[in-house]
Structures are given as structure tokens and as C-alpha cells.
């Protein structure tokens, strides 16, 4: 009797453990995330525009 009161609290406890390690998983990647664009931002719409028009400059100096 006691192994039916017993079984569905340790899976309880054991669902519940899975849940804390995901949730701590999901937000040490996003700490991760945050830390890597602030040491290597990602180029705005101007500046990755600029970046295609001096690719295209260059092509077309060495074309010449």
C-alpha cells in the first residue's frame, strides 16, 4: 500500500527536478547569447548596407 502513496511523489519530484534543470539550461543560454552580442554586436541594417556597397566597390576596382 505504501509503494502507491510513495511512487507518484518521486516521480513528482523527479519531474519537478527536470523542470529546474531545463529552466536553468534555458536561461544560462541566454545569458550566453547576451554576453556574446555584447562582445561582438551584430552590424545594423546601415552598417551591413555600407558593408555590401564597399564589397561592391572593391569587385568593381578589380574588375577594371
Known amino acids: 500500500m505504501r509503494v502507491f502513496i510513495f ?3 518521486m516521480m513528482h519530484i523527479f519531474k519537478t ?3 529546474l534543470q531545463l529552466d536553468f539550461i534555458r536561461t544560462l543560454m ?3 547569447v547576451e554576453i556574446n552580442q555584447l562582445i561582438t ?3 545594423t ?3 551591413s548596407h555600407f ?3 564597399d564589397s561592391r ?3 568593381s576596382q578589380e574588375m577594371m
Do not use: C, G, N, R
Open 45 to 47: 541594417l546601415d552598417q
Open 41 to 43: 554586436p551584430t552590424p
Open 57 to 59: 566597390e572593391m569587385h
Open 17 to 19: 527536478y527536470l523542470f
Open 30 to 32: 541566454q545569458k550566453v
Open 7 to 9: 511512487e507518484p511523489l
Open 51 to 53: 558593408l555590401q556597397l
